[in-house]
């Protein structure tokens, strides 16, 4: 990793401080002043600030159940950022394994670990992702069964290169839905990539549209009895299997 998160990782410094303190040349790497903040190092370089050994926190990883009007990005927009919840020292070193849009609700995990977050993340390690989709239209028994062909097959979505990958749908049966509801069912989807805007896309293309939007499941970890806007440190076991 770099020196300057490096020392971020160990001490209470910001990376502003961490960069202040390299350039005063208090840093030594393996005995040498290190003034570069993208300097690469490892965890078997012995790295110094004035003759004090740093060792680097371990990773940290958090799940949150998002609620609307907040965004998944390390700055304040027009929302808030989620890493806002995570009440813990430098929350906005942390970043989101998986973006949800700011009228999105649900599962978000947020980590400082970068090869955990791209396993989560990359369609090649296929990572399922399951999301409850309340749509306008209504979805029959016929409609269903071509949409779920139709998923499983994948979809050309505009401006992109190629399908969707093979996506699992499946209706939720509800009592007939009253008049004044603005959706006419729901859904659950499992889909292993995250193309902008993804799901509210897929429905788009087969002439639907996403009313409300919600992520349940991330591979294994689900967000159990969390209410909206809490969070909690991942278990080891939930950690492993991204790692
Ligand atoms: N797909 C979307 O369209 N939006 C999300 O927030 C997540 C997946």
């Known amino acids: 990793m770099r020196l300057d998160k490096f020392i971020c990782k160990s001490t209470e410094l910001t990376r502003t401080e ?32 004035d003759g004090q050994v740093l060792i680097a926190r371990g ?8 609620v609307v009007d907040s965004i998944c990005s390390n700055i304040d927009e027009v929302y808030p950022s989620v890493l806002n919840f995570i009440e813990v020292d430098k929350a906005f070193d942390l970043h989101i394994a998986g973006r949800l849009d700011a009228d999105t609700t649900g599962l978000v995990l947020i980590t400082d670990d970068g090869r955990w977050s791209h396993n989560v993340i990359s369609p090649k390690k296929q ?10 239209n209504e979805i029959n028994d016929e409609k269903l069964a071509d949409l779920v062909t139709k998923f499983e097959h994948g979809l050309q979505l505009q401006g992109e290169d ?58 294994r970890i689900t967000l159990g009895d969390l209410a909206p806007g809490e969070w909690r440190a991942l278990t080891a076991v939930e950690i492993a299997q991204f790692l």
């Open 162 to 219: 190629s399908l969707t990958r093979p996506a699992i749908l499946m209706r939720v049966e509800k009592e007939d839905l009253v008049d004044e509801m603005s959706y006419r069912s729901e859904v659950l989807l499992t889909i292993t990539e995250g193309k902008y805007h993804q799901v509210k896309r897929m429905f788009a293309a087969v002439g639907n549209r996403v009313v409300a939007l919600h992520r349940e499941q991330i591979g």
């Open 59 to 66: 990773s940290r990883y958090y799940i949150l159940h998002k």
């Open 127 to 136: 990572c399922q992702k399951t999301y409850r989709v309340w749509l306008r």
């Open 18 to 49: 961490a960069k202040k303190v390299l350039k005063s040349g208090e840093v030594r790497v393996n005995g040498e002043v290190a003034k570069n903040a993208a300097m690469q190092v490892h965890e078997n370089n012995t790295i110094t600030i």
